[in-house]
């Protein structure tokens, strides 16, 4: 039995400080360290994005999708994979934290100990977006494409609410997926696919 997801669709709350200051990367990641208990994103014009912890539901979804795509990435060597908390610098200013990601283990090794430190300088080559229950989809849609547009091979949106999966590719027009049971990543990531089956349902 599918359980039917109630959508209440919410904006974060953005702080605009430009022109009045202008924050360096590692003073906005200084900030983003003393609000910990915030999710904090940085857009490509420099508003800052506040969001609240994800709900239980969507935590054990998320938590699942992280599982299965590390637990590919260890078996598979040349990469890693990186959680919900991780923040990316882009190249177009922007900084991102995808709800799971993927990076090639021979890009990670030309970061300096310090970058590996802080937010990572460059975008994944694999992204995935979960939508929570307060998650504008046209959002998340956007968010897709800036991942593309700045260098990701490939990106999943995963909205549970309808269960689809849109999928983004450079170059290639959006794919919507209806109820698929499991997709796959293929060539990006050789060998990887999601088991959908068990990723919409929380668990609990």
Do not use: H
């Amino acid at each position: 039995m599918v359980k039917a997801l109630t959508t209440v669709e919410s904006r974060p709350v953005v702080i605009r400080l430009q022109p009045v200051f202008d924050v360096t990367e590692d003073k906005f990641f200084e900030f983003c360290q003393l609000n910990a208990e915030w999710r904090i994103e940085r857009t490509a014009q420099g508003e800052v994005l506040i969001m609240p912890p994800t709900g239980g539901e969507t935590g054990s979804r998320d938590a699942e999708i992280i599982t299965q795509l590390r637990t590919w990435a260890r078996q598979d060597g040349t990469g890693i994979a990186f959680g919900s908390s991780t923040g990316f610098a882009l190249p177009n200013g922007a900084t991102r934290s995808p709800d799971a990601s993927w990076v090639e283990r021979s890009r990670l090794e030309t970061l300096t100990t310090e970058q590996k430190k802080k937010f990572l300088p460059l975008c994944p080559d694999f992204v995935i977006e979960l939508r929570s229950p307060s998650d504008r989809l046209d959002d998340l849609k956007e968010k897709l494409q800036e991942y593309i547009d700045n260098g990701a091979r490939l990106g999943w949106l995963l909205d549970p609410i309808s269960r689809r999966v849109y999928v983004y590719l450079p170059g290639s027009p959006v794919e919507c997926l209806d109820n698929p049971q499991n997709i796959s990543a293929d060539p990006v990531l050789p060998g990887f696919k999601l088991d959908l089956a068990r990723a919409w349902e929380p668990g609990f």
